[in-house]
T-cell receptor
Framework: GQQLNQSPQSMFIQEGEDVSMNCTSS?????WLWYKQDPGEGPVLLIA?????ELTSNGRLTAQFGITRKDSFLNISASIPSDVGIYFC?????????????FGKGTLLTVNP | DTAVSQTPKYLVTQMGNDKSIKCEQN?????MYWYKQDSKKFLKIMFS???????INETVPNRFSPKSPDKAHLNLHINSLELGDSAVYFC????????????FGSGTQLSVL
């Protein structure tokens, strides 16, 4: 099956710093998504990307759909303490009847005030 | 108003017992899911129902039996619980079976002793 490699596994940063994380796949996706999971909660969708090369922002978050369709990147600018959580990339290949999302293993972000 | 609510939040039980987790969504979505998150935070889909019909059934032991009495509810019954079943189980919903925009519940932490 499809596999997603997400890196880094964890990050410790100071408040105000910028953050980058990425996800690579062994096969192409039609859709890339980024979710955030706060402690004790379920994941929440941050950004959805639908076209190769697409760059989309949501406040201080910016995500890109790689032109090879096998990778995606998420940047967070000027981090704040509430950015703490686990960030998951997810990919979907909507070929045939297979619409399943494949999730990466997550990047645990810690922000020191 | 909670969009996707699941109960209980915590479930501690002995090996061999049978237990159920309930999920309800008030978003009017037609597709619901069960995901399992292991201790390493890896999210893996277990089941998906569209309009009360099972459409995704991953390689899950048949001790796990989902039931969808209507579009707004998806319950998960687990027979003969094993230590390895300990995990956080997330219910989610979407509008459409091929919709990557999932809305997750806050999870049920299952601990099997």
């Amino acid at each position: 099956g499809q596999q997603l490699n997400q890196s880094p596994q964890s990050m410790f940063i100071q408040e105000g710093e910028d953050v980058s994380m990425n996800c690579t796949s062994s096969s192409i996706f039609n859709t890339w998504l980024w979710y955030k999971q706060d402690p004790g909660e379920g994941p929440v969708l941050l950004i959805a990307l639908y076209k190769a090369g697409e760059l989309t922002s949501n406040g201080r978050l910016t995500a890109q759909f790689g032109i090879t369709r096998k990778d995606s990147f998420l940047n967070i600018s000027a981090s704040i303490p509430s950015d703490v959580g686990i960030y998951f990339c997810a990919g979907q290949y909507s070929g045939g009847s297979n619409y399943k999302l494949t999730f990466g293993k997550g990047t645990l972000l810690t922000v020191n005030p | 108003d909670t969009a996707v609510s699941q109960t209980p939040k915590y479930l501690v039980t002995q090996m061999g017992n049978d237990k159920s987790i309930k999920c309800e969504q008030n978003l009017g979505h037609d597709t619901m899911y069960w995901y399992k998150q292991d201790s390493k935070k890896f999210l893996k889909i277990m089941f998906s129902y569209n309009n009360k019909e099972l459409i995704i059934n991953e390689t899950v032991p048949n001790r796990f039996s989902p039931k969808s009495p209507d579009k707004a509810h998806l319950n998960l019954h687990i027979n003969s619980l094993e230590l390895g079943d300990s995990a956080v189980y997330f219910c989610a919903s979407s509008q459409g079976a091929n919709n990557e925009k999932l809305f997750f519940g806050s999870g049920t932490q299952l601990s099997v002793l």
